[in-house]
């Protein structure tokens, strides 16, 4: 099993801003954002326009969905990463200082995952985003953890990844009856157009449905603007 020696999070500057809680002297063994660190994160986005999917989210972060976990899977370029900012600048600041952001890494497992769960959940963090798990080689095998102990005792709990295949074998094993699914690969058309600003067809179709335009219509729609 491997170990890792924890490092310290909190400043005072995030303390006079008001996160006293979330900017308290915790040590984790993750890459834990919390307090301004994570607004400073979650503003970091192209678009406030939300993807259809977003509701599924944001119903799950209200209560919904009992002692489940909720997972964000998909694609690169279809907004998974969006989702959750949206999520957090979305939160009353009350909520903020009980949320936290965790940025997987394949040198992560959940031994110590876990260990940052529980540190989480003794200073009252509520929701818990945890972004790329699958990178974790043992994250199929000990994904129930999340659910049977952190989620069933009130945090909501937020994974997202690419990797497909590994929640697929999650899900039919250690988060069977205990996840909620959102997947965001699939972007219709109108719902392209929409978050894009893009009528092209043809730019849908080169991009593979993806949230992505090109630079000539980038550049046009600021023209429009000035």
Do not use: H, W
Not at 195 to 219: A, C, M, P
């Amino acid at each position: 099993k491997k170990t890792r020696e924890p490092r310290r999070t909190g400043s005072g500057e995030g303390q006079k801003a008001g996160f006293d809680m979330a900017y308290a002297e915790m040590e984790f063994e993750t890459n834990v954002l919390t307090g301004e660190e994570l607004l400073a994160m979650a503003r970091n986005i192209e678009s406030d326009k939300k993807r259809d999917c977003y509701k599924q989210l944001s119903a799950y972060l209200r209560g919904e969905g009992g002692e489940r976990v909720c997972i964000v899977l998909g694609l690169r370029r279809t907004g998974k990463t969006t989702l959750i900012r949206q999520a957090i600048l979305d939160m009353e600041p009350e909520q903020v200082k009980r949320a936290a952001y965790i940025k997987t890494t394949a040198a992560d497992n959940m031994d110590i995952m876990s260990r940052d769960l529980k540190r989480l959940n003794q200073q009252g963090y509520k929701y818990v985003f945890m972004d790329e798990v699958t990178l974790m080689d043992d994250f199929v095998d000990s994904a129930a953890v999340l659910s049977d102990i952190y989620a069933a005792q009130g945090m909501r709990i937020v994974l997202t990844g690419t990797d497909t295949l590994s929640f697929a074998l999650a899900l039919r094993q250690e988060l069977f009856d205990r996840a909620i699914t959102i997947r965001t690969t699939f972007i219709p058309f109108r719902e392209y157009s929409r978050l894009l600003d893009v009528d092209s067809i043809d730019q849908y179709i080169r991009y593979g449905g993806t949230l992505r335009k090109s630079k000539e219509t980038s550049d046009s729609r600021s023209d429009d603007k000035e």
